[in-house]
């Protein structure tokens, strides 16, 4: 037997019992008289203690073992002397009795411990050891129990878990497909899903009226930050739903795994605001609303002073950091820069302290007087010890580079707590956003989605201001999921198509089998997709999505460990019926 208790369970009552454990060795420590191992599996660890007076043989050979061996030992549970009580373990130790080693070790290319001394890269190519730190298992763990805690909430509600297929045709989610040449179908090639979104939805066709999935997605993207190639969602579909239905069903979802997960309840309905709502007061479709400070639209109040940047901007708009007054101009300075950088892509930043004593100090002191400030600071609602900055430009650009500024100041001022979560809904998005090279519209969502009911009128002649039925579920933030309700009737599902410049026939070779099952009589449907690793980092206190996926790729979309991707042999290609054109 290999073991009799794992490494993480033994107490004070369980003194004196004779036990066999199995797992690798953490640390050892020789003291001379006597010799401390700790032995660790994924359970926790445990202090195996070799004596050298009355065991000296055995004791001695602890000088063969070194880090990651893995060992199973005989002995009796004993009381420490030296407790530990920060070890679940703590007040005991194995007095071993007899050990063997079952499998030797090399050195590990880096320290297994909380801090380990092992760079991002590294870790990714040893994996396998990285998962072995307790603080990446606690991330796998984690996952696991949220995966859990879905199915439970889920089933509970009569939804069905079905699987979809991988190997398919491109899907509608606006990314580029990973393809996979067939062998059997010379020159043809399967994409892998984006989403399931055409999946679910004619699994509402077939009456499967509640529908949900873990499921991977693949998106062949550049890799922006914290991206992963393929990802995970919770994927669902309801039929005879409103957009309403939907959105009391995850609610309730969201709110179990608060309270199982976190210990967090939330008893009142989450806040819901439109997207218009959410660009004009925090710049984001996916606000960060743990802490309060909102933009200001001051475009007229600072029309007419002579300041020619202001007078003629389009709009412009401020924020207001509170008890900032006192910011150095170094650190004007410093914040103006932050603004000027290529990701937020501002001119400017002009900035009003409001100082503890009434007066106000600017950078435009030259055009405005204290009392036009001051109507500044009553605008925002100010305080004396406050710093107000304001940009101006295009409106939405400079919504958005104010809604990051938002982000920045309230890091700044410590305001983005991580034990603290703010859910909102975010509703009516677009329908549609126009290329503005092209003129061309793209959906929003994707092209299933359904127009507000009272807006399916405009469609031809106003599109651009349509709006959706369609929603995110947003946590400090974070876009955790989103979805809509969908279009089910064919007339106006071509129409979309039409207004999204497919002609009749790229419609037919792309989507003809779901407009088909349309005609067989669709339910009315509608959905939602969580990003399933986003949710799982966000719990976790992890920045990054790669702490809670067991094997992820790296930055460039590649596996550092089983090194790929990689090119395959001739004779593959050949059955495939490929040949690798080299650029340039
Ligand atoms: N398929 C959509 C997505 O992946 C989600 C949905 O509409 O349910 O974003």
Redesign the pocket.
């Known amino acids: 037997m290999y073991r009799t208790h794992t490494c993480g369970e033994l107490k004070q009552s369980d003194i004196n019992k004779e036990v066999t454990l199995s797992g690798w060795v953490q640390k050892i420590r020789n003291l001379g008289a006597m010799t401390f191992i700790d032995i660790r599996d994924r359970y926790g660890i445990t202090q195996l203690f070799f004596d050298k007076e009355t065991n000296p043989k055995l004791t001695k050979r602890t000088e063969e073992l070194g880090r990651e061996f893995v060992i199973r030992v005989e002995g009796k549970v004993t009381e420490r002397s030296s407790k530990n009580t920060d070890m679940p373990t703590g007040d005991i130790e194995i007095t071993v009795t007899e050990f063997k080693i079952l499998s030797k070790s090399e050195i590990p290319p880096f320290t297994i411990e909380d801090n380990t001394d092992g760079g991002e890269e590294i870790r990714l190519k040893y994996r396998y050891l990285d998962l072995r730190r307790n603080t990446v298992q606690k991330g796998i763990i984690l996952r696991h129990r949220m995966a859990q805690e879905v199915r439970k909430y889920l089933n509970e509600q009569d939804f069905l878990e079905i699987e979809t297929p991988f190997l398919i045709k491109s899907t509608p ?1 606006g990314a580029r497909d990973f393809v996979v040449p067939s062998r059997m179908s010379e020159g043809k090639f399967y994409a892998l899903p984006q ?1 399931p ?1 055409v999946f679910k939805q004619l699994l509402m066709i077939s009456g499967y009226d509640k529908y949900f999935q873990l499921i991977k997605c693949f998106r062949d993207e550049d890799f922006r930050a914290d991206r992963q190639p393929e990802f995970t ?1 919770l ?1 669902c579909e309801m039929s005879f739903v409103e957009r309403e239905d939907i959105l009391t069903l995850f609610e309730g979802l969201a709110k179990h795994l608060f309270s199982v997960i976190k210990g967090k309840s939330f008893t009142e309905q989450f806040p819901r605001i439109t997207y218009d709502d959410a660009l004009n007061i925090y710049g984001s479709d996916r606000p960060d609303i743990r802490f309060e400070i909102k933009i200001t639209d001051l475009s007229e109040i600072v029309k007419g002073n002579g300041f020619n940047v202001f007078d003629n901007a389009e709009f412009t708009g401020g924020i207001c950091a509170e008890g900032l007054s006192g910011y150095s101009r170094k650190q004007t300075d410093e914040l103006i820069k932050w603004v000027q950088r290529p990701q937020i892509g501002a001119k400017g930043l002009v900035f009003a302290k409001y100082n503890e004593d009434g007066t106000f100090k600017s950078s435009v002191d030259k055009f405005y007087s204290q009392e036009a400030l001051k109507k500044w600071a009553d605008a925002m609602n100010a305080k004396p010890g406050d710093l107000m900055l304001l940009m101006s430009g295009n409106k939405k650009q400079i919504l958005i580079a104010l809604g990051e500024l938002r982000l920045e100041m309230g890091n700044r001022l410590d305001l983005r707590n991580d034990n603290e979560f703010a859910p909102l809904w975010i509703v009516d998005f677009p329908l549609f956003e126009k290329d503005e090279e092209t003129g061309q519209m793209h959906a929003v ?2 092209p299933f989605t359904s127009p507000k009911k009272d807006h399916i009128n405009s469609l031809d002649s106003d599109p651009e201001n349509i709006k959706a039925e369609a929603y995110d579920l947003v946590i400090n933030g974070n876009e955790i999921g ?3 309700i969908r279009i089910h009737e064919t007339e106006l599902q071509k129409k979309m198509f039409r207004i999204l410049g497919f002609t009749d026939e790229e419609a037919k070779a792309q989507f003809g089998f779901l407009m088909d099952a349309f005609k067989y009589g669709a339910p009315p449907h509608g ?3 969580f990003g399933f690793d986003r949710w799982v980092a966000l719990f976790n206190g992890s920045d990054s999505i790669r702490d809670v996926i067991a094997f992820p790729k790296n930055n460039a979309g590649r596996d550092i460990m089983i090194d790929a991707p990689a090119s395959v042999d001739d004779q593959q290609l050949k059955d495939l019926n490929l040949k690798i054109i080299k650029k340039g």
Do not use: P
């Open positions: 989610e989403s979104q969602q994927d969502h994707h989103g979805g809509s959905g939602i997709a």
